[in-house]
């Protein structure tokens, strides 16, 4: 009677620790995800709509009332990202603090605040463009896009 | 004005899509290619006609999710257009979206310079 091969006991071994390991790793909590998404990218956007609600009301017109507050919501995000809250909600909200105008201004401030010790010009005020340079280059190039098409439609 | 819930439901919708695409295409497409997308989409569908309808049902959950910023800047250009002609396909979408570029490239930088990363 021979032992039976140390290699190939190995690799049985490997194999029974990787369906060992595929049976107890998390199933990727997709679910768990989407509603912490839902739930977080709704509320601020509830936030904002009051917010708008409130500038309609003092008289302002509908679209002074959303261009503000889009810039109140910039201003909310960049200081809550400055104190450390926002990235900590971004965590378990995903998608939901990313997909506001919120989370564009979370990419900026969060980007920019890593990179002080290469100065506040080129280190802040260049990084500041490392997501909002992208963003922007295709926001423009799309609308430019269809303006020349308005253009060539018209005439 | 848009009843709150309607907000809450098409932008916690617009996030949730985000979401979904995050997870399923894990790790290839990050948070900067979510708002990529999300600006160039809603600036295509705006052009297209179809992005204000939703602006309609759901006021800021529709206008505060970054493809509402396409949708400004796409009818900022259209209505340029109209306007001026070719200057405007220049011009258009920057000027509707100035407010909010601005105030994020400055309060963006004051924060900042004012804060330090945790951790």
Redesign the interface.
């Known amino acids: 009677m021979g032992m039976p091969n140390p290699d190939k006991l190995k690799k049985v071994e490997a194999e029974e620790y990787d369906t060992l390991v595929q049976q107890l790793k998390p199933k990727?909590a997709?679910f768990k995800?989407?509603v912490?998404?839902?739930?977080?990218?709704?509320?601020?956007?509830?936030i904002?709509?009051?917010?708008?609600?409130y500038l309609?009301v003092s008289g302002m017109s509908g679209t002074d009332a959303?261009?503000?507050?889009?810039?109140i919501?910039?201003?909310l995000a960049?200081?809550f990202?400055?104190?450390?809250i926002y990235?900590e909600l971004g965590k378990r909200a995903?998608?939901?603090s990313?997909?506001?105008?919120?989370?564009?201004?979370n990419?900026?401030?969060?980007s920019?605040?890593?990179f002080?010790r290469e100065g506040?010009i080129f280190g802040?005020?260049a990084?500041?463009f490392?997501?909002?340079g992208?963003?922007?280059v295709?926001?423009?190039a799309?609308?430019?896009l269809?303006?020349?098409?308005?253009?060539f439609i018209?005439s | 004005m848009v009843p709150l819930y309607m907000a809450f439901l098409v932008g916690g919708a617009l996030c949730l899509i985000g979401q979904i695409i995050m997870d399923v295409t894990k790790p290839t497409i990050t948070p900067g290619h979510i708002l990529v997308g999300y600006i160039s989409c809603g600036a295509i569908l705006s052009g297209l006609g179809l992005y204000q309808p939703l602006v309609n049902i759901g006021g800021a959950g529709a206008t505060i999710p970054l493809s509402g910023f396409g949708h400004l800047l796409a009818q900022g250009t259209i209505k340029a257009v109209e306007q001026k002609g070719l200057l405007g396909a220049l011009s258009g979408g920057v000027e509707a979206a100035a407010a909010g570029i601005t105030a994020a490239i400055v309060f963006g930088y004051v924060a900042a310079v004012l804060f330090d990363p945790k951790g």
């Open positions: 990727p997709i995800n989407c912490w998404a839902f739930t977080v990218g709704g509320l601020i956007c509830v904002a709509q009051l917010i708008t609600n309609l959303s261009a503000f507050t889009s810039v919501m910039i201003f960049a200081f990202t400055g104190i450390g990235d995903g998608a939901g990313i997909v506001p105008i919120t989370g564009f201004a990419a900026i401030v969060a920019a605040m890593e002080k506040y802040v005020g990084r500041i490392t997501v909002a992208p963003t922007l295709f926001g423009f799309v609308s430019v269809i303006g020349l098409i308005k253009v018209t």
